[in-house]
């Protein structure tokens, strides 16, 4: 396994257990790491960049012990925060040039030829003589990414990447990184937006209030949740009642009613039929159901 996580703890001093006993093998290709705000990725992946060190618990990194080997993972590592910024002053081929010289390419020749195939793949050499600040919110993003891989990274982590992106420049980013982990690279995707998970990842970890509440392959959380969907034909004044008994994934305006999406174990009181699921079906399920969040009365 690329990434092995061991009874990892971290208990901050105002007493908050933000990750409570994690244990983890997560193997080279995409990954995803889901959960809703508050759930402890963050914290995880602050320790996993070397920003943070746990309370207790132990991390191997492509071999490296993450707590006594900081430096040794730091280079192997590329890292996309969520609240990434750029310096205004440069451009966008001179920020990529200043990250590759972060990253220890001291070589200008080589550097300048890294720089130039970088820009070409993530789409941004025709913009390269750009100011970096000036660029539209999926360029900046791509140019993020970018300065992660400048220096071909064992492990990289991204951290809610494609938020606020259209769905075209989603798709792209999307792609970007589904390429790059066919090179034996592990890619850790953090995010909150179900479908980043199942358009990409292998395998992927749900977490919740600092705990995995699921490991293993996408396919594996769609069987949890099948023959747990449901769609129901209501009129409009039942709208509340529907909502206040079953949890809603979607309502659809249906000619002087609505056509709703639930998640429950049986539906008793309506004309019910089941779909099957996909995996933001899966995760409410788990977040309603499993994790004890909701019941049916």
Known sequence: MSISIRALNKRYPNGNHALKDINMEIPSGMFGLLGPNGAGKSTLMRILVALMEPTSGEVDV???????????????????PQDFRFFAKYKTYEFLDYAARL???????????????????????????????????GMKRRLGIAQALIHNPKLIIVDEPTT????????????ILA????????????????????STCNCMALMNKGEVAFFGAPQDMLKEATGKVWRIKI???DLHKVDAKYPVISTIPSGTGWEVQVIADEIKDYDAESIPPNLEHAYVYYMEKKLNRWTND
């Open 164 to 175: 606020g992106l259209d769905p075209e420049e989603r798709i792209r980013f999307r792609n």
């Open 235 to 237: 009129k409009g004044d």
């Open 103 to 137: 990253s220890g390419m001291n070589n200008g020749k080589q550097r300048r030829q890294a720089v130039d195939t970088m820009l070409e793949s993530v789409g941004l050499f025709d913009v390269r003589e750009r100011y970096a600040n000036k660029l539209s919110g």
């Open 179 to 198: 390429e790059v982990s066919k090179n034996d690279v592990a890619i850790i995707l953090s995010t909150h937006i179900v479908g980043d998970i199942s």
């Open 62 to 80: 492509f071999g490296y012990n993450l707590m006594k080997e900081r430096k040794e993972v730091r280079k192997i590592l590329g890292y996309l």
